[in-house]
Nanobody, 115 residues
Framework: QVQLVESGGGLVQPGGSLRLSCAGS????????MGWYRQAPGKQRELVAR???????YYIDSVKGRFTISRDNAKNTVSLQMNSLKPEDTAVYYC???????WGWGQGTQVTVSS
């Protein structure tokens, strides 16, 4: 069973930055496409960014140009650099494979953008 641990969230003012990190147990990340997801209150969880095994990336339109996903297969980590944060980015952020398989979900990390 893979365990995913997200960290790096917090409270930030609009326009600020945060860097999220995700660590996975086992030497498995390099075999999978990985994604960052978020779930805002009252909304469904959504994919925010994806990075393939070869490093190509995809972002939803609302975060393009502001968020950057990266991975370090040697360290079994995936990161999300978030700049120019907006109140609508407020959510719990999770990492997981993309597409989601049978790893389960970590506890996520809360990102709150508010003045």
């Amino acid at each position: 069973q893979v365990q995913l641990v997200e960290s790096g969230g917090g409270l930030v003012q609009p326009g600020g930055s945060l860097r999220l990190s995700c660590a996975g147990s086992g030497r498995i990340f390099s075999f999978y496409h990985m994604g960052w997801y978020r779930q805002a209150p009252g909304k469904q969880r959504e994919l925010v960014a994806r990075i393939s095994r070869d490093g190509s990336t995809y972002y939803i339109d609302s975060v393009k140009g502001r968020f950057t996903i990266s991975r370090d297969n040697a360290k079994n980590t995936v990161s999300l650099q978030m700049n120019s944060l907006k109140p609508e980015d407020t959510a719990v952020y999770y990492c997981n494979s993309n597409p989601v398989i049978n790893w389960g979900w970590g506890q996520g990390t809360q990102v709150t953008v508010s003045s």
